[in-house]
């Protein structure tokens, strides 16, 4: 009976610790997992549908171009200096419409695309003019470098005639949104709709209040682990430009993946602006208004060529360009158009030094994810992509002049969508919230388990102590009374 409460103490005391470590976070790791994979799914009638369907968080697009500043250098040989020029920033909505869904609890979609100019956030207006690159003759230049030398020399002719140069005076308006190309309206007038559909040539021409193909994707109600992940793009399970694993279409498009993430994971997204699926692996922990967040990267690798990453022959086996760079002719009408990250981050460092004027910097270049791993919602994300056209010196073709070989970057674009407060808000309010309690309830019982464990610890070690005491004292007694009384 002596040891009774102590024993009591120290028996309550580890199970509460046990419970408090343990048991708790599981328990609540179940509960809010069956909570929010109900709450994850594409439906009408979950939480998340408005948000999906009307993609209602603010979006923003920037555009930087790179200016030419010698040109006439760069005609003769010399390395082209450029500076970069911008932001002019758009404002993006993009809602779902045409919306349907499939017994195979599939849904498909298009997103309807609309850019309005922002010039409060841009550095100048959208018709600023700077010296750039002329791409419709960079791009025939380069179409026309195997065909016989007579036709190279009546297109310098024609070219002369039109007053076409290898570089010309342009705005960001005119280059996005089209401008009518006498190159263009000359060719045309020769073959019709054959070769070019239209006199007026831009980067993003169709591309304002259109969408970019109907997308079938899965809703989550068959398997949690692939809701929001792309089917068919275009009704298309495989793009037809690549090789091998290349064709596969991997991933979402960003909007949101399954709930709780492991670092662990590569996390894939299409990119019907790339023509493929692009990898992110984890980076490092972030936050955003308190948000914990998990940073995932592009992968280093995904515009490498094969001689540094062989899978990447999949894309492209021969006359590819230098690593750092992806070529995407076979699906933009054989323009020679490349991909890369801004400023050639990640590419091989002649890369960088082929052009002056670059500054690659992960701060303000790295193409990334923030996810919030429970429920696996980006709540910052910047999609970042350069655009370069391949420049070729051409003997029969005088307005090249001894231009370099090399891959000319024409601008650089960022999407960048950062969740408002209202969602940040929504997160404290619900998981945020839960987790603090659960914190608070681990700890709480965890700290007074523990007080219960050292006060029977405490008793053991007092009784323990007193128990010695009495008997030392006993003995002593016992000593004392073996001598005699009497001598």
């Known amino acids: 009976m002596v040891y009774k409460l102590p024993i009591c103490f120290l028996s309550v005391g580890i199970v509460g610790c046990c419970c408090g470590l343990f048991l708790v976070p599981y328990i609540f790791h179940v509960v809010l997992k069956d909570i929010v994979t109900k709450i994850m799914v594409i439906s009408p009638s979950s939480q998340i549908y408005d948000a999906w369907k009307n993609a209602d968080v603010p979006i923003v697009e920037n555009f930087y171009f790179f200016e030419v500043l010698n040109p006439e250098d760069a005609l003769n040989g010399l390395k082209p200096q450029l500076k970069e020029r911008g932001p002019y920033a758009y404002r993006i909505t993009m809602p779902k419409v045409n919306i349907s869904f499939f017994e195979n609890k599939t849904v498909s979609f298009q997103n309807r ?107 989550g109600e068959r398997n949690k682990s692939e809701v ?64 914990p967040l998990w940073l995932f990267a592009l992968d280093h690798f995904t515009y490498a060529n094969s001689t540094i990453y062989p899978p990447n022959a999949e894309f492209c086996s021969e006359n590819c360009p230098p690593s750092g760079t992806f070529p995407v002719a076979k699906c933009r009408d054989n323009s020679p158009i490349s991909i890369s990250n801004p400023h050639f981050l990640d590419g091989t460092e002649q890369l960088q030094n082929s052009v002056g004027g670059l500054h690659p910097n992960e701060k303000y270049h790295l193409n990334f994810l923030s996810l919030e791993n429970i429920m696996g919602m980006p709540f910052e994300l910047a999609i970042r992509i350069q655009l370069n056209i391949q420049t070729i010196k051409s003997s029969s073709i005088k307005q090249t002049g001894n231009i370099q070989t090399l891959q000319f970057p024409i601008l650089w674009f960022e999407e960048i969508v950062t969740v408002d407060n209202d969602t940040v808000k929504q997160y404290n309010d619900g998981i945020g919230l839960a987790l603090t309690c659960s914190n608070v309830v681990k700890y709480v019982m965890t700290g007074i388990s523990a007080l219960l464990v050292m006060i029977a610890v405490i008793i053991f070690t007092r009784k323990e102590r007193l128990t010695k005491k009495m008997k030392a004292e006993t003995k002593s007694v016992q000593t004392t009374e073996k001598t005699p009384l009497l001598n």
């Open 228 to 291: 929001n992940n792309i089917n068919t793009w275009k009704y298309m399970k495989e793009l037809p430009w690549w090789l091998g694993y290349a064709k596969m279409i991997n991933g979402t498009d960003g909007f949101m993946y399954h709930s709780f993430l492991s670092k662990d994971e590569t996390l894939y997204l299409f990119n019907a602006d790339l023509c493929r699926s692009v990898s992110y692996k984890y980076k490092r922990d972030t936050q955003l208004s308190g948000v």
């Open 113 to 219: 695309y609309t850019y309005t100019f922002d010039e409060s956030l841009s550095a100048g207006p959208e018709n600023d003019t700077f010296m750039m690159i002329n791409i419709p003759v960079a791009t025939m230049v380069t179409m026309l470098e195997d065909l016989p030398r007579f036709i190279k020399a009546s297109m310098s002719l024609t070219l002369k005639e039109l007053g076409e140069e290898m570089f010309v005076e342009m705005s960001p308006k005119k280059l996005m949104w089209g401008y009518e190309d006498a190159l263009f309206k000359f060719i045309r007038s020769i073959t019709g709709d054959l070769f070019i559909p239209s006199d007026i040539f831009g980067l993003f021409i169709g591309r304002n209040n259109t969408g970019v193909g109907m997308f079938n994707i899965e809703t």
